[in-house]
T-cell receptor, first 116, second 115 residues
Framework: AQSVAQPEDQVNVAEGNPLTVKCTYS??????LFWYVQYPNRGLQFLLK????DNLVKGSYGFEAEFNKSQTSFHLKKPSALVSDSALYFC??????????????WGLGTSLAVNP | DADVTQTPRNRITKTGKRIMLECSQT?????MYWYRQDPGLGLRLIYY???????NKGEISDGYSVSRQAQAKFSLSLESAIPNQTALYFC??????????????FGEGSRLTVL
């Protein structure tokens, strides 16, 4: 079955420290992978995506993510966290073999708290 | 102005009432979606539409209906609201285009409380 797992409900990090938000996936074919961010009382915003090519993907607000096929992971990272990065982060995957359906499969979200 | 606009942003209603949540978009996208967000459950797809004549059920369509009035408008209705439909509802769009990656563009959400 296709699935996405975000193993941590919450991540706490001090401002200025590096942050990692974890995501692992299981799909039948090659994946399209996404990270979205939801700030309080806002809709979800696209951060970055992996389709093909370089395993390290750079996105908005200084975030990046590394696609690791052997570990079926797509962890979100940032070298130096800001208090303003505090938000809910969602990982999502689309199986390119899913035909015209092409729906995204969502993780349950990880709440990131960056402490001053 | 937001590219994907949802109305109302907040609504409190009573059990048994009919509720309509509206979504309009100026992105020119053919594909539109309604999601529901509940704490600890992430996002769940209610309905999606790939064009005006194409409506599809998602994971949790029971108790909901939709109408795609135009390319730019996609409404979600609760014919008889019940308390477990209390949630944050999101409309989203996507553009199949030549690079159909599945990237979604979300509205700001409609918070519905059913008493």
């Amino acid at each position: 079955a296709q699935s996405v797992a975000q193993p941590e409900d919450q991540v706490n990090v001090a401002e200025g420290n590096p942050l990692t938000v974890k995501c692992t996936y299981s799909v039948s074919g090659n994946p399209y992978l996404f990270w979205y961010v939801q700030y309080p009382n806002r809709g979800l915003q696209f951060l970055l995506k992996y389709i093909t090519g370089d395993n390290l993907v750079k996105g908005s607000y200084g975030f990046e993510a590394e696609f690791n096929k052997s570990q079926t992971s797509f962890h979100l990272k940032k070298p130096s966290a800001l208090v303003s990065d505090s938000a809910l982060y969602f990982c999502a995957v689309r199986d390119i073999l899913s035909g015209n359906n092409r729906k995204l499969i969502w993780g349950l979200g990880t709440s990131l708290a960056v402490n001053p | 102005d937001a590219d994907v606009t949802q109305t109302p942003r907040n609504r409190i209603t009573k059990t048994g009432k009919r509720i309509m949540l509206e979504c309009s978009q100026t992105k020119g996208h053919d594909r539109m979606y309604w999601y529901r967000q509940d704490p600890g459950l992430g996002l769940r797809l209610i309905y999606y539409s790939f064009d005006v004549k194409d409506i599809n059920k998602g994971e949790i369509s029971d108790g909901y209906s939709v109408s795609r009035q135009a390319q730019a408008k996609f409404s979600l209705s609760l014919e008889s609201a019940i308390p477990n439909q209390t949630a944050l509802y999101f409309c989203a769009t996507s553009d199949p285009g030549l690079a159909d990656t599945g990237e979604l563009f979300f509205g700001e959400g409609s918070r519905l409380t059913v008493l």
